[in-house]
C-alpha cells in the first residue's frame, strides 16, 4: 500500500510525438483513481509509464515515496490487468495465478495459500485445473484480476479491463472491481474510456485530453463543475449541451432571447463578448410559454430509456437534448418552454474552451 | 433429389479411388519387388502378389548390403540417413528460434537489416552456392563428417520466417504480462514462448526432417567413404547400368525401408499436431 506521485511524466516517442505532455498529480494510499479520456489521449501509455512497460521520457514516477523510474516492472510492486486479460494460455488456472509468485522465490506452500485465498474470493475455485480457453470472458476477467491479487502488490494497474465484457457483466465486474479495492485496501489506478465507470469506480478522477490533464477531481466535483467544455462534454451521458451565448454585462449572459444572471461568471469579461453556454440535459425546467426568461424547445423526437427519456429537439435554434423522468413531461413532439437554474449553467471560453468561473 | 446425390457421391469415389490406386501403386509394386528373388524380379513376369522371400531380402539387404556396388549394410545408411535428417531438423529448430525470437523481441541496431539477410538466404538454396559451400566445408576438414553433411544445410531462412510469424501473432500483453511476473528474456521463452510454439515446432520438424532424409546433391558431394553414404545415395548406387546385375529386389528392398522414417515422423507427428491443435483451440 503506498501512494503514487507522477511529477511533470512526459512521453515522447521516437518520431518526436508527444504522447503525454507533463502530467502531475498524486494519488494517496488506498486510493482509486481513473484516467479517463478519449482515445489516443495518452491515458494508456501514462498507466504503462507507471508499470514501467514504456519508458519514461522526462518527469518522475514515485510509488510510496520510492521513484521509480529505472526500476524493473517487477520489482515495482504493481500487478497489472490487461484488457484482453493476457493469461499465458498453456497454463491452467492456478498456473496463472502462481507464475509471478514462482519467478519470485515463493514458498510452495505461501503460493498455495495466497492463490487459493485469491480463488475463494474471486469465485474460481472449481476452475483451477482449467486452461484460460475453457473459461467464459467473465470468468478470464476474474482470473486475470485473481493474478494481481496474489502478488499482494502497493499499486493495481487496471488498462481498460473491463472493455472485453458485454454490457451486463460490465456493471457486475464495476461493482466487484470497487469493492475488492476497498477491502484489500490497495490503491488502484484505472484506465477507461468510459465515462460511467469513470464516474462510479474513482475517488479522484483525472480526465485527459490530447496528452494532458483536463482536470483533477472528486467525480461529483467534475461533473457539476467542469474545468473545460471538453471536460464537459466529456462526461456525462448523454453529454451537456452546448449553446452560442453572449455576455450581457458583469455576471449575466444572453441565451437566445432570455437574459440570465450566472452566479459563477468572471465579471471582468467585455459585453457582448461571445461565450459557449453549456446546458446539462437534466438541467432545465419546464415553464409556462412567455414566462420571463423562458426559452422555446422544439420537440423533434422522443426517447424512451424507462426511467427518463430524452427529449430531442431545437432550443432556440440549437440542437438540444433534455432528459425528464418519465410521466413528468408529457411525452409529444411540439414546443415547450423551458427555463434554466442559473446555479446549473457553465460558461466557456469559444476559443480556449476553458471554464469562465470565478474561482 | 436424393438419387442425384448419390450418383454424385459415387462419381467422387470412383475418382478418389482412381487417385489413390495411381499414387499406390508403383509404392505396391515397390514391396512386391521386394518380396521376390532376383531372377523373378529380372524375366518380366513377376506377379503382383508378394512372394516368399520377404525376409531374405531384408535381411540380407539390412544386415549385408547388396554383392556389387554400394557392399554396406543398409542399416548403416539408415543411421547415417537418419543422423543427418535429425541434425537438420533439429539444428533449424533450434537456430530458428532464436534467431526469430531476436528478430521479434529484441530492439537492437540493424535488426531489420539482419533480417532482410537472413530473409535473402531464401534465394540461395544449396544447389545455387554449391561450390563455395563444398569449398568451405572441405577447408574445415568436413568432408565425410556428419557435420558437413548436416550444418550447411541448416542455413536457411524458413524456419525463422515461420517462427517470426507466429511470434507476431503472439499478443504483446503476454510478454507484459510475463514481465510484470518477474519473468526475464529467457524465462519467458522458456515458459511461455516455446510451450505456445509446440506446434509450429512440430510441422517445421515434419518438413524439414523428410527435407533432411531426402537429401541426395549435397551428400553425394560430400560424403566419398562406403560408410557415410545416406540411404538415398544407395538407391541410386544400386541401380546399375553398365557391366554388372542390378539386384532390383534388394534395391526394391532399399526403396521400401527409405520410405520408413518419414512415413513415421508423419504419423507420430500428426497426433501431436491434433493434440496441440485441440489443446490452443479449446
Known sequence: MAQVTLSNVKKVYAGGVEAVKGVSFDIPDGGFCVLVGPSGCGKSTLLRMVAGLETISSGEVAIGNRVVNEIEPADRDIAMVFQNYALYPHMNIYDNMAYGLRNRGTPKDEIDKRVKEAARILAIEPFLERRPRQLSGGQRQRVAMGRAIVRKPQVFLFD???????????????????KLQRALGVTAIYVTHDQVEAM????KLVVMNAGQVEQIGLPAEVYRKPASKFVATFIGSPPMNILPGAVDGPGIIALGDAIIEVR????????????????????????SEGQAGSLPFDVEFIEELGATQLFHGKLAGQPFVMQAATGEVAAQEGRLWLTVDPDKIHVFDPKTGARLGKG | MVEDRRMGDLIAY?????????????????????????????????????????LENYKRILFVGTSSTTREPVIGMMLNSFIM???IALGKIFISVLSAYAVVYYRF????????????????PVEVRIFPTFKIVSDLNMLDTYQGLAVPLIASATGTLLFRQFFMTIPDELLEASKIDGAGPFR??????????????????????IYGWNQYLWPLLV???????????????????????????????????????????????????VKGLVETEK
Open chain 1, 200 to 203: 462510479t469506480l474513482s475517488d
Open chain 2, 109 to 124: 541496431p540493424f535488426r531489420m537489416a539482419a533480417f532482410w539477410i537472413i530473409f535473402i538466404t531464401l534465394m540461395l
Open chain 2, 85 to 87: 535428417a535429425m541434425a
Open chain 2, 14 to 54: 470412383i475418382i478418389l479411388t482412381i487417385g489413390v490406386l495411381i499414387v499406390a501403386f508403383p509404392v505396391w509394386l515397390t514391396f512386391v519387388a521386394s518380396t521376390w528373388d532376383a531372377s523373378t524380379v529380372i524375366n518380366g513376369e513377376m506377379p503382383l502378389y508378394p512372394g516368399p522371400y520377404f
Open chain 2, 188 to 209: 519467458f521463452f522458456k515458459d511461455t514462448l516455446l510451450p505456445l510454439s509446440m506446434t509450429t515446432i512440430a510441422a517445421l520438424f515434419v518438413i524439414q526432417f
Open chain 1, 264 to 287: 459563477d461568471l468572471r465579471e471582468d469579461l467585455a459585453a457582448q463578448a461571445p461565450v459557449e453556454v453549456g446546458l446539462r440535459p437534466e438541467d432545465v425546467e419546464i415553464a
Open chain 2, 223 to 273: 560424403t566419398t567413404k562406403d560408410s557415410m553414404q545416406t540411404i538415398v545415395i544407395a538407391i541410386k548406387k544400386m541401380i546399375v547400368t553398365a557391366d554388372a546385375l542390378t539386384e532390383w529386389q534388394l534395391a526394391m528392398a532399399t526403396a521400401m525401408l527409405a520410405m520408413l522414417p518419414p512415413v513415421l515422423v508423419v504419423i507420430a507427428m500428426q497426433r501431436l499436431f
Open chain 1, 160 to 178: 481498460e479491463p473491463l472493455s472485453n465484457l458485454d454490457a451486463k457483466l460490465r456493471v457486475q465486474m464495476r461493482v466487484e472491481i470497487k
